[in-house]
């Protein structure tokens, strides 16, 4: 599974034991000669075949025995390269589809019909283009036989390592283990409005506290973390997740199609627009961010693409490109009609802490049987765990490469399963402390949305130097600036917003 596609071992090289300096060049630039086995004075044939065989050493770990190991065969992102075609379809659906899509009305409330559908329609082209850009970029042209299986990886060896690692460290910990803080924010607040449904009013029934729920949420997530030891074997469970993603969507908007609109029900802009001029602006970059974040999943893609087999005959990204295109058919069609319907609905009484979800259960719960609102909570709360896990995959892989550095040794059974009980134990932590997190996603979305929109683009023309200066480098420079100054705006809109209305911030008080 080694990702050099050149010479072999190198004799005596291989039998040296690997350093940890060393070791950590090759994972995070496996395209880069070794600072320690670089040579200028080698013709470019000779380096060609230097840097082969570099790649290859790079890649592995001297044990004891000095036999030199391979360890992406130990990590659980590329310890199973047996991926299908289904399970494609499934993981991206599983991170695609996601809470994020019941608050798209309150984006169409500030933007309209015509503006929130064109602006939605143009975030899916667009992201929908530098997903095929990543996917090139798995296995890309310029380096023949290596394979980037991490988001990391592959930005190092486009930026360096200073500059990718400034720009893309930040983005990924947080859609990894931001999410997993997330979904265990919704994940408690779900399982307690489960359980207020289930009890009624029985007054004398036990009830827990929040952080307790969130507590019983990632134990669930955790023990069934300890089931799923590679990306793989996640598969399954991404299935589940995709239904039930698919499910909740559907169930929502036709549920209040069914309901009816409200009665007395207003289209016109939210109050925050008929206030100044810097009032306006940031409500709807505000709604942008919301549409923005409705896209999510990029920080996974090069890593599900990593689970696929691949040859020179078969590469991987011909069933990795199919498997967009059809889960990329079902996204939309999940996000859109919640989006439409939901204003349709509601109009600009959908709030941004809870969106549809919340406006269909205030204005619906007493003509709406206990039965069915168990149903959907029941649905979600499978959602989150099963989200839970393809988004902590990322965070397990880093620190198990952590341990696999330091004691050139794969993990064991219990070394494995205490990274996950650390994670969990982490995510929960930062779950309690900050509570609130949800209110600052635009914030949030602002700083990270460049991993989604902006660096694809730039690492390609980096990357693909054939291309220079063509049509596809052109438009990814303007897509790649034009990403920069939204983000820019986003952030600077969200931090206006907040020190100007403030923000309930609730330590430690879920």
């Known amino acids: 599974m080694g990702r050099g596609g050149g010479g072999g071992g190198g004799g005596g090289e291989c039998e040296e034991v690997v350093t940890l300096e060393l070791d950590e060049w090759s994972l995070c630039h496996p395209t880069s000669q070794s600072p320690s086995t670089s040579s200028s004075s080698d013709s470019p044939p000779q380096q060609h075949m230097n840097m082969n065989m570099n790649m290859n050493i790079n890649n592995m ?116 283990g931001g999410s997993c803080v997330m979904l265990i924010i919704n994940g408690g607040g779900s399982l307690q409005l489960l359980y207020n449904v289930i009890s009624g009013a029985n007054i004398h029934a036990p009830i827990l506290t929040g952080a307790e729920w969130f507590l019983v949420f990632t134990c669930a997530a955790i023990l069934m973390a300890q089931l799923l030891p590679n990306l793989n074997s996640v598969a399954k469970v991404s299935v589940i997740g995709a239904v039930t993603g698919i499910l909740y ?168 399963a205490g990274i996950r009980i650390f994670f969990g134990g982490l995510t929960f932590l930062i779950s309690v402390a900050f509570p609130f997190l949800g209110r600052l996603s635009i914030l949030l979305a602002g700083l990270t949305l460049n991993l989604t929109f902006t660096y694809p683009c730039f690492i390609w023309n980096c990357m693909e130097k054939g291309g220079k200066y063509g049509r596809m480098w052109w438009i990814n420079l303007g897509l790649g600036c034009l990403g920069i100054v939204v983000s820019v705006m986003l952030s600077v809109a969200a931090l206006w917003n907040l020190v100007h209305n403030g923000i309930d911030a609730n330590f430690f008080n879920p």
């Open 249 to 416: 969507c559907t169930l929502i908007w036709v549920l209040s199609i069914r309901k009816g609109r409200l009665q007395n029900v207003s289209y016109d802009l939210p109050a925050e627009m008929d206030k100044s001029v810097m009032d306006r602006f940031s409500t709807v970059l505000n709604s942008l961010g919301i549409i923005v974040i409705a896209f999510r999943g990029h920080n996974l893609l090069l890593e599900i693409q990593g689970t696929l087999p691949s040859s020179s005959k078969h590469p991987s990204k011909k069933p990795m490109w199919r498997g967009v295109i059809v889960s990329y058919i079902i996204v939309p069609m999940c996000l859109l009609p919640p989006a439409i319907v939901g204003f349709w609905a509601y109009g600009n009484k959908v709030h941004q802490n809870g969106g549809m979800l919340k406006a269909f259960w205030e204005f619906h719960k007493r003509e709406t049987s206990n039965l069915v609102m168990a149903a959907l909570y029941t649905i979600l709360i499978i959602n989150y765990l099963s989200s839970y896990q393809i988004y902590a995959m990322p965070a397990f892989d880093t620190l198990e490469t952590i341990y696999v550095l330091r004691k050139k040794k794969r993990c064991s059974r219990c070394v494995r």
């Open 61 to 176: 770990v001297v044990v004891e025995s000095n036999n030199p190991i391979d360890i992406e065969a130990w990590l659980p992102i590329t310890e199973s390269r047996n991926g299908r075609f289904w399970s494609v379809i499934a993981h991206l659906l599983n991170s695609g589809i996601g809470y994020q899509a019941l608050l798209l009305p309150v984006a169409f409330a500030t933007l309209g019909w015509a503006w929130g559908t064109i602006t939605f329609c143009i975030a899916f082209v667009w992201q929908l283009h530098t997903t095929w850009l990543l996917l090139q970029l798995h296995e890309p042209s310029s380096s023949p036989g290596i394979r980037y299986s991490r988001y990391l990886r592959l930005a190092i060896a486009a930026f360096g390592p200073k500059m990718g690692k400034l720009l893309v460290i930040f983005p990924v910990m947080y859609l990894s």
